[in-house]
């Protein structure tokens, strides 16, 4: 059973840089599939981040894409985001998941981490 | 605002259905695959159907999707047989090639009166 765990400050100040780990068991994440981060505002909807995929490749959604890195650590399996010059309107609980690519589907799901920003 | 537009709210009596409908246009649900996603309360979502109409091992068959429309440019799902354990937030999404982005509608809550 693929499990995903998301791990980081759950406070970051403004202007600076929000930093999530996402640990991966059940699954080595080097041999195959995409990657991705999926975010949710309180009391809001879903709004994809950005996904890599095994081999490194990435690709992110284009309103973020200035301020977004996923980056892979196959020998941890793990995966990371990184996202720069956060304001409040980037406070959200950050979800991590296993992604088939492009939009096809996202399979399995980590239990979410909140991230507020503060001035 | 989405790009994928769903109705807020839905709600029915246990037992009866609801059809929850996510619209998009040509360049989203038109040419590509939709899947719906059970977002429990203080839960991380879950699939529900992908490819359109296709079920998760484990994901009871009261649940099913469909595309719908003349051009296909719409989807629904439908949740027969309505539970308690139903009452959830319900999200379609699919992958936008004008966007060049994965999308999601905005959720619709399903309650069950």
């Known amino acids: 059973q693929v499990q995903l765990q998301e791990s980081g400050p759950g406070l970051v100040k403004s202007s600076e840089t929000l930093s999530l780990t996402c640990s991966v068991s059940?699954?080595?994440?080097?041999?195959?599939?995409?990657w991705g981060w999926v975010r949710q505002p309180p009391g809001q909807g879903l709004e994809w981040i950005g996904t890599i995929h095994h081999s490194g490749s990435t690709y992110s959604n284009p309103s973020l894409k200035s301020r977004v890195t996923v980056s892979l650590e196959t020998a941890k399996n793990q995966f990371s985001l990184r996202l720069t010059s956060v304001t409040a309107a980037d406070t959200a609980v950050y979800y991590c998941?296993?992604?088939?690519?492009?939009?096809?589907?996202?399979?399995?799901w980590g239990r979410g981490t909140l991230v507020s920003v503060s001035s | 605002q989405s790009v994928l537009a769903q109705p807020p709210s839905v709600s029915a009596a246990p037992g009866q259905r609801v059809t929850i409908s996510c619209s998009g246009n040509?360049?989203?649900?038109?040419?590509?695959?939709v899947s719906w996603y059970q977002q429990l309360p203080g839960a991380a979502p879950k699939l529900l159907i992908y490819?359109?109409?296709?079920?998760?091992s484990g994901i009871p068959d009261r649940f099913s999707g469909s595309k719908s429309g003349a051009s296909g440019t719409s989807a629904n799902l439908d949740i027969t047989g309505l539970q308690p354990g139903d009452e959830a937030d319900y999200y379609c999404?699919?992958?936008?090639?004008?966007?060049?982005?994965?999308?999601f509608g905005g959720g619709t809550k399903v309650t069950v009166l």
């Open positions: 040509s360049f989203n649900i038109g040419n590509n695959y």
């Open positions: 999404g699919t992958w936008d090639d004008s966007l060049t982005s994965l999308v």
């Open positions: 059940g699954y080595s994440i080097g041999s195959g599939y995409y």
């Open positions: 998941a296993r992604d088939l690519g492009y939009g096809d589907r996202l399979d399995y």
């Open positions: 490819d359109n109409n296709k079920r998760p």
